[in-house]
T-cell receptor, first 122, second 113 residues
């Protein structure tokens, strides 16, 4: 089946540094990728939608200058947490949208989730 | 708008007990419905899905039926195992909103021997 990878899986950094997280679709091309954030014992919160070759669309309340998203190719999207602070510590998950085919109701897409990246800012 | 409400946990069951985790949704269009499972320390894994009303998704002994009349997608399993201990998320995706996923808050399940 389709695989989405994230790198790194774990990162610990000092406050004030920037951290880049990569999301790759390994065996399919993804025109759209999504970035989520999950706080402990809570649900996933959509941060932004990343479209290849264009600017990301951020959800309300998410600082676009804080969380830089680049979707440079059809298989790679990156999330950079700039000047990270302890409150940015979280579990970041990406997903990639794959078109499986078309039906009478239009393109049939499904989402594949990455394994997540756990960020700890000291 | 779109939203998902699922039963709060945590849920603790004995092995071989019957499991139900309730999930209801609101949607502006015709969503697809999903159950995802997250094992400790791991990412989300698709457990099952249903793309239209009356569809039944099933996998690994888990089942859920897309009920449009009650806007529900309850997860059930007849006999749980210790290995089923995880957090379960109900979610919907609506192509009219760019296939964005809306997740419930998650239900933690612990199965004891």
């Amino acid at each position: 089946g389709a695989v989405v990878s994230q790198h790194p899986s774990w990162v610990i950094c000092k406050s004030g540094t920037s951290v880049k997280i990569e999301c790759r679709s390994l065996d399919f091309q993804a025109t759209t990728m999504f970035w989520y954030r999950q706080f402990p014992k809570q649900s996933l919160m959509l941060m932004a939608t990343s479209n290849e070759g264009s600017k990301a669309t951020y959800e309300q309340g998410v600082e676009k200058d804080k969380f830089l998203i680049n979707h440079a190719s059809l298989t790679l999207s990156t999330l950079t947490v700039t000047s990270a602070h302890p409150e940015d510590s979280s579990f970041y998950i990406c997903s990639a949208s794959r078109v499986l085919g078309t039906s009478g109701s239009g393109p049939q897409e499904t989402q594949y989730f990455g394994p997540g990246t756990r960020l700890l800012v000291l | 708008g779109n939203s998902v409400t699922q039963m709060e946990g945590p849920v603790t069951l004995s092995e071989e007990a019957f499991l139900t985790i309730n999930c209801t949704y609101t949607a502006t269009g015709y969503p697809s419905l999903f159950w995802y499972v997250q094992y400790p320390g791991e990412g989300l894994q698709l457990l099952l899905k249903a793309t239209k009303a009356d569809d039944k998704g099933s996998n690994k002994g888990f089942e859920a039926t897309y009920r449009k009349e009650t806007t529900s997608f309850h997860l059930e399993k007849g006999s749980v195992q210790v290995s089923d201990s995880a957090v379960y998320f109900c979610a919907l995706s609506d192509r009219y909103t760019g296939n964005q996923f809306y997740f419930g808050t998650g239900t933690s399940l612990t199965v004891i021997p």
